[in-house]
């Protein structure tokens, strides 16, 4: 379809609606029970809203259905960015994963931490440039991370993360540019006990 403007230039292009999967449903819907449970929603109401839940299609749609009950949904639609010139950097702990996080390293380090963060989407990009510092990404154990589409100059990329992932897991995607620094996704590294654990013979 041909699109034209009388001063000549081209029309903004929209942003695509943002997609939600399976977990991202469910999520919602556990928030709608929690707002009956609370008194905040009318036990005749849920039905109606767990059906239009059940059936949305992108984070536009789920926010509507949620959008009369602050505080027991929030859209996770805003991006995550960290960013360092030269210092350390560290995202770990309990915190919630949006769908899309930018990573900027310019010389330094930044190190991103999932094992213990709340994700309810079933996939999240991360859109990563390493200039000459490090990134590293800790995930849990059957998670995925794909790096496909990540490249490289003269610095280096490595994924550890290499074990069958669980049905339904969580997936990573990377994309960006590794410049002369490094780029790593791993598991969070065992404790003595658990590795003695692991190597005890049957």
């Given at each position: ?6 001063d000549g230039h081209e029309p ?191």
């Amino acid at each position: 379809m041909e699109r034209t403007m009388a001063d000549g230039h081209e029309p903004p292009v929209p942003e695509p609606a943002i997609r939600v999967g399976d977990a991202d449903r469910e999520a919602a819907a556990e928030r709608l029970r929690t707002a009956v449970a609370e008194g905040q929603l009318e036990l005749a109401e849920l039905d109606e809203r767990l059906a239009a839940t059940y059936t949305a299609r992108t984070r536009t749609e789920l926010d509507s259905i949620m959008a009369d009950l602050p505080g027991v949904y929030r859209s996770e639609g805003r991006p995550l960015t960290l960013h360092t010139a030269s210092g350390s950097l560290q995202k770990n702990g309990y915190w919630t994963v949006p769908s899309q996080i930018t990573v900027k390293c310019e010389s330094g380090a930044i190190k991103i931490d999932f094992t213990e963060a709340e994700c309810h989407h079933q996939e999240v990009e991360v859109s990563v440039e390493v200039m000459s510092g490090s990134v590293t990404l800790i995930v849990p154990r059957g998670w995925v991370v794909d790096m496909d589409d990540v490249s490289t100059g003269s610095g280096s990329v490595g994924n550890k993360v290499t074990e069958r992932p669980e049905p339904g897991a969580r997936v990573l995607r990377v994309v960006g540019h590794v410049h002369s620094g490094s780029f790593r996704a791993r598991y969070r590294r065992r404790t003595f006990r658990q590795w003695l654990a692991g190597h005890r013979a049957p």
